[in-house]
């Protein structure tokens, strides 16, 4: 079984849609989950942190369930720019590295 | 400010060879961190240095080897190249030890033929 397990999509959704990505992870000790966004033949850049209680940042919500050892994305009012490959990472207790899922491609289409 | 830095972009290799990948983290950031991503898949750990100091290495070969200088760059080296070593190779620097923030580079694309 991998460590972090994403659908590998693609998600062809139209502008303006809500559309949700989960991630599952092996390791009930994790204990720091990541979403990052990498544009195709560019490098990963840092979304946002998943939080316990859940965060948001404009029109993205991380969530966390610890139970069901899974991480959830939504993002609301999609745009064009939207679409790319999004990573789902977590750090394991006792490693500096952190393990990358496969990624989820989003393709939002006008 | 500079972001990370890494040489070359793209570089085409035939197999048994050895390479040398380059990488200049922010100013002021002292961990580097290496990651081999295949196309399709998502980044794999393959070494971690701070202050020098090897602090952490993922399931690779001993044909990968890397260090990092006193002015916090880094060098990456493959040797006997195998055409399964053909990826995208990212640098990523952070400014602690435990910072899990990484910033990465735009990556070292290596072809093995």
């Known amino acids: 079984r991998k460590e972090v397990e994403q659908d590998p999509g693609p998600f062809n959704v139209p502008e303006g849609a809500t559309v949700a990505f989960n991630c599952t992870y092996s390791n009930s000790a994790s204990q720091s989950f990541f979403w990052y966004r990498q544009d195709c033949r560019k490098e990963p850049k840092l979304l946002m942190s998943v939080y316990s209680s859940g965060n948001e940042d404009g029109r993205f919500t991380a969530q966390l369930n610890r139970a069901s050892q899974y991480i959830s994305l939504l993002i609301r009012d999609s745009k064009l720019s939207d679409s790319a490959t999004y990573l789902c990472?977590?750090?394991?207790?006792?490693?500096?590295?952190?393990?990358f899922g496969s990624g989820t491609r989003l393709q939002v289409q006008p | 400010d500079a972001g990370v830095t890494q040489s070359p972009t793209h570089l085409i290799k035939t197999r048994g060879q050895q390479v040398t990948l380059r990488c200049s983290p922010i100013s002021g950031h002292k961990s580097v961190s290496w990651y081999q991503q295949v196309l399709g898949q998502g980044p794999q750990f393959i070494f971690q240095?701070?202050?020098?100091?090897?602090?952490g290495r993922g399931n690779f070969p001993d044909r990968f080897s890397a260090r990092q200088f006193p002015n916090y760059s880094s060098e990456l080296n493959v040797n006997a190249l195998l055409l399964g070593d053909s990826a995208l190779y990212l640098c990523?620097?952070?400014?602690?030890?435990?910072?899990?923030?990484?910033?990465f580079g735009s990556g070292t694309q290596l072809s093995v033929l």
């Open positions: 990523a620097s952070a400014g602690g030890l435990e910072n899990e923030k990484l910033f």
């Open positions: 990472v977590v750090r394991d207790p006792g490693r500096r590295a952190l393990t």
């Open positions: 240095y701070y202050e020098k100091e090897e602090r």
